[in-house]
């Protein structure tokens, strides 16, 4: 159980064009799902917070308008980043929280590779 | 806001030894402290976790152990297997909040 999707898991585009990544709970219903990007070697940097039917709310530093969270079901959270250049390049990655089970447990996808040239 | 500190960066062990991570908090409101485990090119997996209510959890080569007064709390891996190599990430949340404090990361090598 407690199993998170991601599609795509790789990407490759040019600049300037917008990118969507999906994040779905495949077996249960997520009050809330987490973006997180990763850089090389690095920890996983939480983008924003995103709960089913209200906006999603962003970390400091984290551009609302470059980085746009829908999340209109419980099993589905998108981002989409618009206009992207190659500074954009990273890892994706989305957690979900189970809406009946534990209050902290955290469940990660695979991660989407986004590579912008 | 929480700090999660995380040592060491890099750990090699040799097959069937034992490695040793360690974490560090600092706020005591924190109470949920799970460890993932990453793989290269693949997203965080839950290994273990434990809540402030216990000091040690197990599970077969897997335990953590937690002492809340001293706000750390470490994972320990007994007989090491190459499958084991990986980065380890530890993190601490509360219940009042959403997000969760990643430490920085330990590279783990087994060596065959």
């Known amino acids: 159980g407690a199993v998170v999707s991601q599609h795509p898991s790789w990407v490759i585009c040019k600049s300037g064009t917008s990118v969507k990544i999906e994040c779905r709970s495949l077996?249960?219903?997520?009050?809330?799902m987490f973006w997180y990007r990763q850089f090389p070697k690095q920890s996983l940097m939480l983008m924003a917070t995103?709960?089913?039917?209200?906006?999603?709310?962003?970390e400091q530093g984290v551009e609302k308008d470059k980085f746009l969270i829908n999340h209109a079901s419980l099993t589905l959270s998108t981002l989409t980043v618009t206009s992207a250049h190659p500074e954009d390049s990273s890892f994706y990655i989305c957690?979900?929280?189970?809406?009946?089970?534990?209050?902290?447990?955290?469940?990660f996808g695979p991660g989407t590779r986004l590579t912008v040239l | 806001g929480e700090n999660v500190e995380q040592h060491p960066s890099t750990l090699s062990v040799q097959e069937g030894d034992s490695a040793v991570i360690k974490c560090t908090y600092s706020?005591?409101?924190?109470?949920?402290f799970p460890w993932y485990k990453q793989e290269l090119g693949k997203g965080p997996q839950l290994i273990i976790d434990?809540?402030?209510?216990?000091g040690e959890k197990k599970d077969q080569r897997i335990a953590v152990t937690l002492n809340k007064t001293a706000k750390h709390f470490s994972l320990h891996i007994t007989e090491t297997q190459p499958e084991d190599s990986a980065v380890y990430f530890c993190?601490?949340?509360?219940?009042?909040?959403?997000?969760?404090?990643f430490g920085t990361g330990t590279s783990l090598t087994v060596i065959p």
């Open positions: 077996d249960f219903q997520a009050t809330t």
């Open positions: 706020d005591s409101a924190s109470n949920y």
């Open positions: 434990i809540r402030s209510n216990v």
């Open positions: 957690s979900a929280r189970s809406l009946a089970g534990s209050y902290n447990e955290q469940f």
């Open positions: 993190a601490a949340t509360s219940n009042t909040g959403n997000q969760f404090y």
């Open positions: 995103s709960n089913e039917g209200s906006k999603a709310t962003y």
